[in-house]
């Protein structure tokens, strides 16, 4: 794709037509990054106070990162956009706390498509997302970022040692090996132990099928789509 402003705002218009927000606001968001500076908007359609939203949210979370020379630009962005249209600031805030949930759903519902997840944290990940957008402090910070580290170790790798200290135990166990077999079978115990905690700190029941590779790529993109600068941070 071109790596000019005004081609993200026509797709990020696209997107709004069409009511898919989360990625008319990423690229909208890319677009402001680029040097796009909106000005004027209609504040009865939803897509166009999304601009809002998309500026508003960068304010927000960037504020919480001490980012305040990001915080100064898209204050004024902001401000430009709140002049020319007669939106208030309030409202823009009021439509942000309104909406903001349902972007994150739909964020996390598309990146998470085809990934075998449990559906409890499927909704884990979406409330502590939306909590951390709606409000940036230390505590909503660190529930994501527990969960970023839970699901960035390579707990597919852990699950094949598991697996594989499974079918040693019978292996053994047919040779008579009683050693070799309760040495494995205490492997394969703490093994589910661990895997046990980390699926009760992601909301998940511990005999779910999980694709952790795919569940940490997703939730991944989704921290960048938020804020390139989380992940830094993490």
């Known amino acids: ?30 677009s402001f990054e680029k040097g796009f500076v909106p000005s004027g908007l209609d504040k009865s359609n939803q897509g166009y106070m999304w601009v809002c939203g998309a500026l508003y949210m960068e304010i927000a979370v960037n504020r919480f990162l001490g980012k305040s020379d990001v915080v ?18 309030a409202e823009v805030e009021k439509f942000y706390r309104d909406n903001v949930r349902a972007l994150i759903v739909a964020v996390v519902d598309g990146e998470f498509t085809g990934i075998t997840i449990p559906a409890s ?39 094949r040692i598991v ?5 040693d135990v019978e292996v053994f166990e047919s040779l008579g090996y009683k050693e070799a077999a309760e040495a494995a079978r205490r492997i394969v115990r703490d093994g589910q132990n661990d895997f046990n905690e980390i699926r009760r700190q992601l909301n998940a029941p511990n005999d779910a099928p999980i694709d952790w590779r795919g569940l940490r790529s997703a939730y991944i993109k989704i921290l960048n789509d938020l804020n390139t600068e989380l992940i830094r941070r993490m």
């Open 163 to 167: 697996d594989a200290n499974v079918r």
């Open 1 to 30: 794709m071109p790596d000019f402003p005004n081609v993200y705002v026509v797709r990020g218009n696209a997107y709004s037509v069409k009511g898919v927000y989360h990625k008319a606001v990423a690229d909208w968001r890319t």
């Open 121 to 159: 944290t499927v909704s884990y990940v979406k409330d502590s997302l939306a909590n951390f957008c709606l409000t940036p402090n230390q505590n909503n910070f660190n529930i994501i970022k527990n969960t970023y580290q839970l699901i960035n170790r390579d707990l597919a790798f852990a699950q």
């Open 72 to 89: 100064t630009k898209y204050d004024s962005w902001l401000n430009t956009v709140c002049n020319n249209s007669g939106v208030t600031r």
